[in-house]
C-alpha cells in the first residue's frame, strides 16, 4: 500500500474536477515526486479507466483517483419545486441559452467507476463528500489500496476511521473548490485549517493530508509541523502547464480585479470556494442546496460562457492562496512549494 511517509516530496497534487485535473496533471507531479490524484467527477467511467491506462503506459505508479459520494436517499419526485425556480432564473441569462434539464440525481456513475478504479487497481483511492460503503471498502483493501476519505471536521474523521479508512484529508475552509461535507444542505464548518489538522491529528490515529490555501513553502512546512503527513494543493496548480484551466478562468486567477474568494452554492448548489463574479453576486442567495442538479441546470450556461470568454458566468474555483499561482511546469511549482525556491518560478 502506498505510505505518504514514502513520497520523495509531501505534496500532493489535489484532485480538481472539471477541466483542471489532467493526466498529464497527474503525471507531473507525481514524477516530481509528490503524487498526483485523478478526478473521476463529471467524467464518464470509460474516461477513468482511460486515463488510468495512460497514467500508467507513462510509467507512474504512485497516483490516485477521487470520487464523489453520491446523496444516500432518495427524494420525493414533488421535491423539484425550488430547482424550477432557480432554473427560471437561470433562464435567458445568456441569451439563447436553455439552463439544463432537472434530471433526478443517480449513483450508476459511481458504482461503476468504483468498479473501474477496482479493476485497474488504482493504489489511492479518495472519496469526497461522504463515506465510501464498507463493502467498497474491504473490496479495496482486498486489492491493497489505500482507502482516503476527504473530512471537513472531527467528527468526519472519526467516522472516515470507523469506516476503516487509512488515511483522512483534512480539508480546510481555506480551500478552492467544494467543500467535502458529508451533508449537502450543511453549512461547512469555518474552523481553520491550523486549527482543524491539531484538532484531527490528536483525534485520530492514521496519515493526514492537510489542504487548503497552501501558497508557498512557508504553508507547506508549517501544515507538516502541525501534524500532516502530506500537503494537498489545488490552487497552486490551476495555472500549470499540465492543467487544463480554461483560457477564461486562467486570465481570471491573473486579473487584478479578481481581489476576493467566497463561498457559493450558485454554480453546482454545494458550498464552493471561488473567485467572486457577478454570477455569484445575483444568484448564490436563490440556489437550492441541491447537488448535482444546480450542477446540471448551470452546464450549459457555463459551457457558453466558457466558450464566450467571460469570467463573469463560469465557476472560478480557488482558494484563498489565489494570488500566489504561478504558471510553469508543474514540476517547477511542486518545487518551489517544497524548498521554497519561489524566485526561479
Ligand atoms: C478547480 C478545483 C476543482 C476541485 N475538484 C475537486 C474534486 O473533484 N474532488 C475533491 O475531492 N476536491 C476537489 N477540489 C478541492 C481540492 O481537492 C483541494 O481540497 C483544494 O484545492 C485545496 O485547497 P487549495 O485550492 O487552496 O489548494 C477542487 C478544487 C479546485 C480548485
Redesign the pocket.
Known amino acids: 500500500m502506498i505510505t505518504l511517509g514514502d513520497l520523495p516530496v509531501p505534496i500532493i497534487g489535489?484532485?480538481?474536477?472539471?477541466?483542471?485535473?489532467t493526466d498529464d496533471l497527474v503525471i507531473a507531479v507525481s514524477r516530481a515526486g509528490g503524487m498526483g490524484?485523478l478526478?473521476?467527477?463529471?467524467r464518464t467511467p470509460a474516461q477513468t479507466a482511460a486515463s488510468v491506462a495512460a497514467i500508467r503506459a507513462a510509467g507512474v505508479t504512485r497516483f490516485g483517483a477521487?470520487?464523489?459520494v453520491p446523496e444516500s436517499g432518495v427524494r420525493s419526485p414533488e421535491d423539484t419545486g425550488p430547482l424550477e425556480r432557480y432554473r427560471d432564473l437561470l433562464r435567458d441569462r445568456i441569451p439563447g441559452v436553455e439552463p439544463g434539464e432537472i434530471a433526478p440525481a443517480g449513483t450508476a456513475e459511481y458504482d461503476e467507476t468504483v468498479e473501474v478504479v477496482l479493476a485497474a487497481g488504482v493504489p489511492w483511492v479518495?472519496?469526497?463528500?461522504g463515506l465510501p460503503s464498507a463493502d467498497v471498502v474491504d473490496r479495496l483493501h482486498a486489492r491493497d489500496t489505500a482507502v482516503v476519505v476527504?473530512v471537513t471536521s472531527v467528527s468526519d474523521a472519526h467516522a472516515a476511521v470507523a469506516r476503516a479508512a487509512d488515511v483522512v484529508?483534512v480539508?480546510?475552509p481555506?480551500?478552492?473548490?467544494?467543500r467535502?461535507t458529508f451533508d449537502v444542505a450543511a453549512e461547512p464548518p469555518a474552523t481553520p485549517l491550523h486549527e482543524l489538522l491539531p484538532a484531527v491529528r490528536a483525534a485520530v490515529d492514521v496519515p493526514l493530508v492537510a489542504?487548503?490555501?497552501?501558497?508557498d513553502a512557508h504553508d507547506v512546512t508549517r501544515l507538516l509541523d502541525l501534524g500532516a503527513d502530506a500537503v494537498?494543493?489545488?490552487?497552486?496548480?490551476?495555472l500549470a502547464d499540465e492543467a487544463g484551466?480554461s483560457a477564461p478562468?486562467r486570465a481570471a486567477l491573473t486579473d487584478p480585479a479578481f481581489t476576493e474568494t467566497v463561498l457559493t452554492r450558485a454554480f453546482s448548489g454545494r458550498v464552493?470556494?471561488?473567485l467572486r463574479n457577478r454570477f455569484h453576486d445575483d444568484l448564490a442567495a436563490h440556489a437550492p442546496a441541491r447537488f448535482p442538479e444546480v450542477n446540471t441546470l448551470t452546464g450549459p450556461l457555463r459551457r457558453a460562457a466558457t466558450a464566450a470568454g467571460d469570467p463573469h458566468e463560469i465557476?472560478l474555483?480557488?482558494?484563498?492562496?489565489?494570488q500566489a499561482a504561478r504558471p510553469g511546469p508543474a514540476a517547477a511549482i511542486v518545487a518551489a512549494l517544497s524548498t521554497g525556491a519561489d524566485a526561479e518560478l
Do not use: I, K
Open positions: 489535489a484532485p480538481m474536477a472539471g477541466g483542471p485535473t490524484v478526478a473521476t467527477a463529471y477521487n470520487l464523489f479518495s472519496f469526497t463528500f476527504t484529508w480539508q480546510g481555506e480551500a478552492g473548490g467544494h467535502s489542504s487548503g490555501g497552501v501558497a494537498g494543493v489545488g490552487t497552486a496548480l490551476l484551466t478562468y464552493a470556494r471561488g465557476s474555483w480557488a482558494g484563498t492562496g489565489h
